[in-house]
């Protein structure tokens, strides 16, 4: 079965300090892409990141960045510097032709981010 | 570049009736994927249209259906609605339906059923 498991209901940061959240996944499809999401409040789904089940490298965008580590399923997200406007929902989400496609997420049930000043 | 649009922004129905949602893709973005997310949960995938034709699906009843027109504009119909189906409608949009494309979401519609 296809799955992704958050298991960090709620995180606490204090402002610029950095900040890992949890992702672990389950698929036998051996080609799969790996998301992470942040909605805010207003509900908007806003990309932040992407790693193919074929990179080599981790994945960087800003100040996000993806500990991809394959044999263990994991792909956590690390947020260096936080800045309060960080504060928000996060979802880790994967698509792969076993899941029925590309296109169709699988998402996570979400972590929490607050960041404290 | 105009990004993903929906309408309305929030809907109140009670159950039984019958509820329409609209969805405009981001331009140049021939994929449209629809999403429920509960109150507390990630979303949950409904269906994908690609050039106008449902192209995947997920475990969602036939009472939820949807279109999508030849601008790539989409709808989503849900009938007989239920209390359960109160709920934040995303749609999502993306250039292709095949390898890697990132979806691009609206800001979602807000069903409550009463």
């Known amino acids: 079965a296809q799955k992704i498991t958050q298991t960090q209901p709620g995180m606490f940061v204090q402002e610029k300090e950095a900040v890992t959240l949890d992702c672990t996944y389950d698929?036998?499809?051996?080609?799969?892409?790996l998301f992470w999401y942040k909605q805010p409040s207003s509900g908007e789904m806003i990309f932040l990141i992407y790693?193919?089940?074929?990179?080599?490298q981790n994945a960087t965008e800003g100040r996000y960045s993806l500990n991809f580590q394959k044999a263990r399923k994991s792909a956590n997200l690390v947020i260096s510097a936080s800045q309060l406007g960080d504060s928000a929902m996060y979802f880790c989400?994967?698509?792969?032709?076993?899941?029925?496609?590309?296109?169709?997420?699988?998402f996570g049930a979400g972590t929490r981010l607050a960041v404290h000043p | 570049e105009t990004g993903v649009t929906q309408s309305p922004t929030h809907l109140i129905k009670t159950r039984g009736q019958q509820v329409t949602l609209r969805c405009s893709s981001q331009?140049?973005?021939?994929?449209v994927s629809w999403y429920q997310q509960a109150l507390g949960q990630g979303p949950q995938f409904i269906f994908q249209?690609?050039?106008?034709?449902?192209?995947g699906r997920g475990n969602f009843p036939p009472r939820f259906s949807g279109l999508q027109f030849p601008n790539y504009s989409s709808e989503l119909n849900v009938n007989a609605l239920e209390l359960d189906d109160s709920a934040l409608y995303l749609c999502?949009?993306?250039?292709?339906?095949?390898?890697?494309?990132?979806?691009?979401f609206g800001p979602g519609t807000r069903l409550t059923v009463l």
């Open positions: 999502a949009s993306s250039l292709g339906s095949g390898g890697r494309n990132e979806q691009f």
């Open positions: 698929t036998s499809d051996p080609s799969y892409g």
């Open positions: 790693q193919g089940s074929y990179d080599q």
């Open positions: 989400a994967m698509s792969s032709m076993l899941s029925g496609g590309y296109n169709k997420l699988i």
């Open positions: 331009s140049g973005h021939n994929t």
């Open positions: 249209y690609y050039r106008e034709e449902e192209n």
